[in-house]
């Protein structure tokens, strides 16, 4: 199976709220509401968002939610702030072969 | 808290094997699993596999398979990952992560390893 598909970059000002989305297919994303996300800055280790498509691990900021249409998840971080520079990541269990599959990334820059 | 502290960085040559091990603290080992992760320079993360540290069950990702073995010692609260072969694409910094394996998610992250496979 394939990545799942997720936009190289987008970017924001502060304040403002942008999407990321992350394209599956029925086999993963479209079957499972296993979908987690992921923020990484330069040179650190992952730090997960969201699990379980649009939960929070505790003291993640309610500023950064997720949801699920279809065969396409979806990260909306609220009120921008500079520290949300990052790349972000989505995750989706894609059966017991596969298991995960990731996206490919995302870098949002926060203009 | 949780902590996953991972061994310092290697340099293998073409060929080699590396073992990569990640100490768990701050919560009991064996309800979790444990996945691999790694990230080539300046790329993405790819999955590399799980392993089930009550029972020791695995589950590797195809691109690893007859390459890698994923064990755990629960007497040192330690997980390893051995991958043999070593090619120059497998340069990468590798994470041990804990694994929610019913829900697919990793909740906590390791301090990452550095390989870097060079003649």
């Given at each position: 199976q394939s990545?799942?598909?997720?936009p190289a970059s987008?970017s924001g000002?502060?304040?403002?709220s942008?999407?990321?989305?992350?394209?599956?297919?029925?086999s993963?994303?479209?079957?499972?509401?296993?979908?987690s996300?992921?923020?990484?800055h330069?040179g650190k280790?992952p730090?997960?968002?969201?699990?379980?498509?649009?939960?929070?691990?505790s003291?993640?900021?309610?500023?950064?939610s997720g949801?699920?249409?279809?065969?396409?998840?979806?990260?909306?971080?609220s009120?921008?702030?500079?520290?949300?520079?990052?790349?972000?990541?989505?995750?989706?269990?894609?059966?017991?072969?596969?298991?995960?599959?990731?996206?490919?990334?995302?870098?949002l820059t926060?203009? | 808290?949780?902590?996953?502290?991972?061994?310092?960085?290697?340099?293998k040559?073409?060929?080699?094997?590396?073992?990569?091990?990640?100490?768990?603290?701050?919560?009991?080992?064996?309800?979790?699993?444990?996945?691999?992760?790694r990230q080539?320079?300046g790329?993405?993360?790819e999955?590399?596999?799980w392993?089930?540290?009550?029972?020791?069950?695995t589950n590797?990702?195809?691109?690893?398979q007859?390459?890698?073995?994923?064990?755990?010692d629960?007497?040192?609260?330690?997980?390893?990952m051995?991958?043999?072969?070593?090619?120059?694409?497998?340069?990468a910094?590798?994470y041990?992560?804990?694994?929610?394996?019913?829900?697919?998610?990793?909740?906590?992250?390791?301090?990452?390893?550095t390989?870097t496979?060079?003649?």
């Amino acid at each position: 199976q394939s990545a799942l598909t997720q936009p190289a970059s987008v970017s924001g000002s502060p304040g403002q709220s942008i999407t990321i989305s992350c394209s599956g297919t029925s086999s993963d994303i479209g079957s499972y509401n296993l979908v987690s996300w992921y923020q990484q800055h330069p040179g650190k280790a992952p730090k997960l968002l969201i699990y379980e498509v649009n939960k929070w691990p505790s003291g993640v900021s309610d500023r950064f939610s997720g949801s699920k249409s279809g065969d396409t998840a979806s990260l909306t971080i609220s009120g921008l702030q500079t520290e949300d520079e990052a790349d972000y990541y989505c995750c989706s269990y894609a059966g017991r072969t596969t298991f995960v599959l990731f996206g490919g990334g995302t870098k949002l820059t926060v203009l | 808290q949780v902590q996953l502290v991972q061994s310092g960085a290697e340099v293998k040559k073409p060929g080699a094997s590396v073992k990569v091990s990640c100490k768990a603290s701050g919560h009991t080992f064996t309800p979790y699993g444990f996945s691999w992760v790694r990230q080539a320079p300046g790329q993405g993360l790819e999955w590399m596999g799980w392993i089930n540290a009550h029972n020791g069950d695995t589950n590797y990702a195809q691109n690893f398979q007859g390459r890698v073995t994923m064990t755990t010692d629960t007497s040192t609260s330690t997980a390893y990952m051995e991958l043999r072969s070593l090619r120059s694409d497998d340069t990468a910094v590798y994470y041990c992560a804990r694994f929610r394996i019913t829900m697919a998610y990793i909740d906590v992250w390791g301090t990452g390893t550095t390989v870097t496979v060079s003649s």
